[in-house]
């Protein structure tokens, strides 16, 4: 049966890129959550390699525009997530399932006036809390633009002459802006190096929709199977990838790699130290958004799944702690 499902879903899920539809407009849209468990059959179990689970929530939604989110943000109980149609979802979270003050919108400019998948695929989100600016970026057209922090005014746009040979579906799949004032955006789709495939990427030396010509260019090799969806730095200065997978027998899983940033150079090929996979016996879906923040004296993970808005697909957040 589990084969079944995930040769069906395959189907449905290339069917569903190959005549993007006119995409609904946020609309009436309600949200409620119920706990789940890291792994279904032993809700004692939280441990997840150098996780510990500590809790998360299917989200079920009803109105238009829900579902297909790609991109997370975090501040304190307040999450922001952005869809692979360009609409943005607001609400409070407090864990094990209460779900408060939720808002929804469009946003309010991009890549292309028209409202099909293509014309509005957000695909990252990263934020500078200090001036008050967020930056999305966007698939097909390969471009980067700069919101105010609650993404309603778009305040300026890119398309980088460093991603412009990018392959269409892979452009900005992740994006983390770094302590520093720099920029790290990977591409999904990559090209073949021996045996191995690797990502393009490059690190800008600062707001790349001011400066699109500064930074260089390096690879990222994710683990075998896998592709770079999104991206953050840790309170630490490491940068961890989200990394997907699609196949049988299960579908979807996914990876999650450290980076030193330190190792990130001109040319360079980079390749993270695997901290933890989501395939069964635990969850697993397509994970593409992922948050992090201190609580404490602990780092915590967020994240969220996209689910295509498919009916055999689910929204999940997760949330974990940092053990490594």
Partial sequence: MRMFWSVLLL???VQDYSGPARLPLPENIRVRATPVDIVPDDPARRR????TYLGGVE????????????ALAVQ???FTLVSDGGNVL???LTLPSTITDVSARPLPDGPSAGWQKRDRD???LTFDRATGSAW???EHYNEIWRYSADLRTATGQVRPSVMRKWPEGGGAEAMARLVDGSFIVLSEIGRPRGRRMVRHAVRFAGDPVLAPDRGYRFLYQPPAGFSPV???QLPDGRLLVLNRAFGLPYGFTAKLTLIDVAAIKPGATVQGRELATLAPPTLYDNFEGVAALREGESTVLWLVSDDNQLFLQRTLLLKFRLDV
């Fill in 122 to 124: 957000a695909e990252s």
């Fill in 90 to 92: 607001s609400f409070r």
């Fill in 11 to 13: 189907l449905v899920f």
């Fill in 48 to 51: 997840v390699g150098g996780l």
């Fill in 59 to 70: 989200l079920h939604e009803s109105g238009q525009g829900i579902g297909g989110y790609s």
């Fill in 76 to 78: 304190g109980d307040r």
């Fill in 230 to 232: 999104d991206a953050v």
């Fill in 136 to 138: 999305v970026g966007f």
